[in-house]
């Protein structure tokens, strides 16, 4: 019997996490059952074989041109190599601040981030979201304080994040997320970084990794599957 030229080796990892990539977008998309998305997360990790991992995604509209031969999973806007929206830094606006006192403020959608951006929550919640935002080159500061109240960072798989804060009686977290895992430096230190530090005092930052469109439930949940599947990888099932 012929063996899979595919079979084995780093080549074989990459694929299967490009395929996992490619599962959870459309997973995020609505486009995949839980069910179905465990069955296949599930079977993703036990492929021995390029082949196998190319059926897992056959019949998914492309996002990227696939390699000659088509024999690895497509690559998918969820990859840690896509750059963050830039614009030059002449369109950034020097300063931005936002304030959910007793209510909500919301900022997202497409928007250029600016330089500096402050955020304060009193007993109220405010969300910055900058899956479709434009950088500048260099640092991008959000600098916040939450005080009996909440702030939602979200940010797209790729961007470098850097987290610095305080939680006093409270909590301020960056998520756990894979695909934070997965986001690489980039070697052009004129690329965007997101710098997000301050102070919960009673209240809460969070900073989390979404997909586009992801909900966070479906985030948590997809979270949660990786992990599951993550495991049963380590004991060999």
Known sequence: MKSDPGAG???????????????CERFAEDRLSM??????????????TTRQLAALVAGFPPTTPQP????????????????????????????QFLAGVLGASTRGGAWIAPRETYALALMGG??????????GPGVTEVTVFALWGGVDVIVPPGLQVECSGAGIMGAFERTPDELADASVASSDPGSPVLRVNGVALMGGVTV?????????KDAARRRKLVRKARRKELRGW
């Not at 080796?9 to 599962?23: E, H, P, S, W």
């Not at 000659?68 to 300063?95: H, I, L, Q």
């Not at 989390?208 to 966070?216: A, F």
Request: proline share 11%; net charge positive.
């Open 35 to 48: 069910r179905d998305f465990e069955r296949r997360l599930d079977l993703a990790h036990r492929a021995t």
């Open 126 to 135: 405010v969300e910055f979201d900058f899956r479709e935002a434009a950088f």
């Open 9 to 23: 080796g780093k080549g074989l990892d990459k694929v299967r996490q490009a395929t996992i990539d490619r599962l």
């Open 208 to 216: 989390s990794t979404r997909l586009p469109g992801e909900r966070e």
């Open 68 to 95: 000659v031969g088509g024999s690895a999973a497509p690559a998918t806007s969820a990859s840690p190599k896509v750059p963050a929206n830039m614009v030059p830094p002449e369109r950034v606006p020097p300063r």
